[in-house]
């Protein structure tokens, strides 16, 4: 089986920027379309960015395009997700998730996730 883990979030004022990090106990992320999701308290889990296996097709939702950056780093087997711009509705628990799904709808293995809290 295959865990992943992420890391990076933390507590940021308003405007503030975040990078969050995923990767594999086993350093296998490589082999995988990544996403990310996030689920706030009393809401449902919602995409916000996924990366396909070469890097060369992303997805971003509509709340996360132009401010959010999914990229690869191929020689850490990690995946991060760069935020800019926070808002207080980013606040959440960030989970990475792999393979993603075409469609950035999921994935068969997850993080226990990093909280996210964007406040003043």
């Known amino acids: 089986q295959v865990r992943l883990v992420e890391s990076g979030g933390g507590l940021v004022q308003p405007g503030g920027s975040l990078r969050l990090s995923c990767t594999t106990s086993?350093?296998?992320?490589?082999?995988?379309?990544v996403g990310w999701f996030r689920q706030a308290p009393g809401k449902e889990r919602e995409a916000v960015s996924c990366?396909?296996?070469?890097?060369?097709?992303?997805y971003y939702s509509g709340s996360a395009k132009g401010r959010f950056t999914i990229s690869r780093d191929y020689g850490k087997a990690t995946v991060h997700l760069q935020m800019n711009s926070l808002k207080p509705e980013d606040t959440a628990i960030y989970y990475c998730?792999?393979?993603?799904?075409?469609?950035?709808?999921?994935?068969?293995?997850w993080g226990q996730g990093t909280q996210v809290t964007v406040s003043s």
């Open positions: 086993e350093h296998t992320l490589d082999y995988y379309a």
């Open positions: 998730a792999a393979p993603a799904r075409e469609d950035c709808t999921g994935g068969d293995y």
């Open positions: 990366i396909s296996r070469d890097g060369d097709r992303t």
